[in-house]
């Protein structure tokens, strides 16, 4: 019954699963889905956690990782194109062991793109 509790408490608070009124019954069943797998992923997760850092709660892990972002930068070229360069932020040291620690591995750095056309440099 705790597992049962604290998937409901993970659904509604850590995966931002809203109660969302559909009139569509297809949307319906997608929505229940998507709730779903994101509880497996959790459960997933909390087993991994298990065998690697037990006292580590996957609310603890998404809570720590959740401030690694992918970002572009931007970067004009001199015949007018723009180099863009998908980057994620490097995890600090806390990321790290809790990356470390299941054997998680972030994924390579995506590569970057050209970008034609007029490009609008941001005003400083």
């Given at each position: 019954?705790?597992?049962?509790?604290?998937?409901?408490?993970?659904?509604?608070?850590?995966?931002?699963?809203?109660?969302?009124?559909?009139?569509?019954?297809?949307?319906?069943?997608?929505?229940?889905?998507?709730?779903?797998?994101?509880?497996?992923?959790?459960?997933?997760?909390?087993?991994?956690?298990?065998?690697?850092?037990?006292?580590?709660?996957?609310?603890?892990?998404?809570?720590?990782?959740?401030?690694?972002?992918?970002?572009?930068?931007?970067?004009?070229?001199?015949?007018?194109?723009?180099?863009?360069?998908?980057?994620?932020?490097?995890?600090?040291?806390?990321?790290?062991?809790?990356?470390d620690k299941p054997a998680l591995k972030l994924p390579k750095q995506p590569p970057?793109?050209?970008?034609?056309?007029?490009?609008?440099?941001?005003?400083?």
């Amino acid at each position: 019954m705790v597992h049962v509790e604290e998937a409901f408490k993970t659904l509604k608070s850590d995966l931002d699963v809203r109660p969302i009124h559909h009139q569509i019954e297809r949307r319906l069943e997608a929505h229940i889905f998507v709730a779903f797998l994101a509880y497996c992923l959790t459960v997933t997760l909390r087993m991994k956690l298990n065998s690697a850092a037990p006292g580590l709660t996957p609310r603890e892990v998404l809570r720590s990782l959740s401030v690694i972002q992918l970002v572009d930068v931007h970067i004009p070229t001199t015949d007018g194109h723009e180099l863009v360069m998908p980057r994620y932020t490097e995890p600090e040291a806390q990321q790290e062991m809790i990356l470390d620690k299941p054997a998680l591995k972030l994924p390579k750095q995506p590569p970057p793109r050209i970008r034609s056309g007029e490009v609008v440099l941001p005003k400083a």
